[in-house]
């Protein structure tokens, strides 16, 4: 019989180098399949099984999977960009420039970066409607629907502070109008503002200030919250299906239903 | 033949089993099952997962070869460009700093977006999620003609012209909704007088989110005077 691809990657499996890195063992059993998710620090936030119903395209539309791919891109992509940027007036523009046209693919890498940034903002408000729609905030689910919301913030957070960034004209005078807004707030809009720029108006301290909000503090709380939220899943019972719901949460909404369904008598 | 046995309509073998439904001979209780089909998260999910962030990586790598990220002048404080938009998911509440104070616009309206965000699943309300029409019909017909008569004549007050189509558009559906019922004879019926209050109330929201924010964006020139998307501000 010829060695497929497959019979090598079995192979593979089985060596000893492979069976160290991967602790569930290279079965294929329903056994080994939970334990490559339990016993994988990463995919252990997911639960080992799902429900069918739940994995088909309309029943999600895939918003959330799709907007943490898009944060990966732009964590990447994020990355790779900071190699060639210094938070600092005016250098800031000069090395955006660059980017654009000393740095090879340095264009595109920014264009990924920013177009994977509205992709992400749109995708995240798109996220929390669908999941609106489907009821599916509802207990035990309640805390992972407010994590959400506090993601959907950073999410806008993030996409603002990094608006900044390239130091030209767009950036500078978005960044001013969005941070007047602050000035409006009853009593405390002076010194919010002024804390949010470290400044009276959009400076040198504004673009380090919003530089570490966009490359530290936010992709950090952002990480942790992600984590969260995927994991409360897990806890929560699965993706939301009604009709899989356990009685004291189903009990609210179809309080009638009989649960034992007894059968009519066969005729004598 | 005669009801040889007694089971309890809220009878549940799981929640409370020291109920006991009698079943005589030649019957048997079938209980329901709840559980649905489950699958293995590995590899059919993980799978699935793989394929739905290929085609997003596709999809935002061909849009970033083909589209450049805009990039203007260099930062210049004392010249401020006609008009001055913030980033596009913030042109919405720039459009309502528009009609309205600051301090409403800018704080108190996001404010309070965000606050009835949080606490939507603590209202059991939102969790029964009822037809908003099915009980107490009239007077919620009552009190869904006055808000939406007040409220349109509040956004003419305050000349937010763009913002009334949606919540007349809306009302209709709800007076629509309020006039049908799970009996009705259209599915539209049926599927509007099943809407509770939230979604109505979300929906709205949705629509003028969409409707101030493409406003913003699109519509707007120097001086925020209305402009046509062609003329390119």
């Known amino acids: 019989m010829p060695k497929t691809l497959a019979n090598y990657f079995d192979e ?110 749109f995708l995240v408000f798109a996220h929390m409607f669908k999941v609106f729609y489907r009821g599916a905030y509802r207990p035990p689910r309640e805390f992972n629907w407010v994590i959400g919301v506090v993601l959907l913030l950073i999410t806008l957070l ?38 949010l720029l470290g400044g009276n108006a959009v400076n040198a301290n504004a673009l380090l200030r919003f530089y570490v909000l966009h490359c530290v503090t936010l992709p950090l709380a952002a990480v942790v ?21 356990p009685a004291r949460a189903k009990a609210a909404t179809d309080s009638a239903t009989a649960q034992v369904e007894i059968p009519k008598p066969e005729a004598k | 033949m005669d009801k040889d046995f007694v089971a309890g309509v809220d009878s549940n073998a799981k929640k409370s089993p020291r109920r006991v439904a009698f079943i005589t001979r030649r019957t048997s209780a079938a209980v329901r099952v709840t559980d649905e089909e489950q699958v293995q998260t590995y590899p059919e999910l993980l799978f699935r997962v793989a394929v739905a962030l290929e085609i997003l990586c596709i999809a935002l790598v061909i849009t970033a070869l083909l589209f450049n990220a805009p990039l203007e002048g260099l930062a210049d404080p004392s010249h401020t460009p006609n008009p001055a938009k913030a980033p596009w998911y913030f042109l919405g509440l720039q459009e309502l700093l528009h009609y309205f ?112 924010t ?14 046509w998307p062609w003329q390119g501000y």
């Open chain 2, 214 to 227: 493409a406003v913003g964006t699109f519509f707007r020139g120097p001086g925020w005077a209305w402009a």
């Open chain 1, 12 to 121: 593979l499996r089985q060596t000893r180098v492979w069976c160290s890195v991967f602790r569930s063992g290279s079965g294929t059993s329903t056994l080994h399949r939970s334990l490559a998710i339990q016993q994988n620090v990463f995919l252990h936030l997911f639960s080992t099984k799902v429900r069918k119903r739940m994995m088909s395209f309309s029943a999600t539309w895939y918003l959330g999977t799709l907007t943490f791919g898009t944060f990966l891109i732009l964590v990447l992509t994020g990355v790779l960009l900071m190699l060639y940027y210094h938070p600092s007036v005016p250098q800031a523009y000069a090395d955006t420039k660059d980017l654009q046209f000393v740095v090879s693919s340095g264009m595109f890498l920014r264009n990924l970066h920013r177009w994977s940034a509205h992709a992400m903002v």
């Open chain 2, 101 to 212: 104070p600051p301090v409403v616009a800018g704080v108190l309206a996001p404010g309070l977006v965000v606050m009835a965000l949080f606490v939507i699943p603590y209202f059991n309300i939102n969790i029964e999620a009822e037809g908003l029409f099915l009980k107490d019909r009239k007077r919620r017909l009552t009190i869904l003609a006055t808000v939406a008569i007040a409220l349109t004549v509040f956004l003419l007050i305050f000349d937010v012209y763009v913002a009334i189509p949606g919540t007349l558009i809306i009302a209709a559906l709800m007076a629509i909704a309020g006039y049908s019922s799970p009996q009705s004879p259209s599915s539209l019926q049926r599927y509007l007088a099943a809407k509770p209050l939230s979604f109505w109330i979300m929906t709205w929201f949705l629509i003028e989110l969409v409707v101030l």
């Open chain 1, 225 to 245: 919250l992600i984590a969260v939220h995927f994991w409360r899943i897990r806890k929560d019972g699965g993706l939301y299906v009604h009709q899989s719901e």
């Open chain 1, 158 to 195: 993030l996409s603002y502070t990094g608006y900044l960034l390239p130091w030209d004209q767009l950036a500078f005078w978005a960044i001013t109008v969005g941070s007047n807004i602050a000035l409006a707030v009853p009593l405390l809009g002076q010194k919010i503002h002024f804390l």
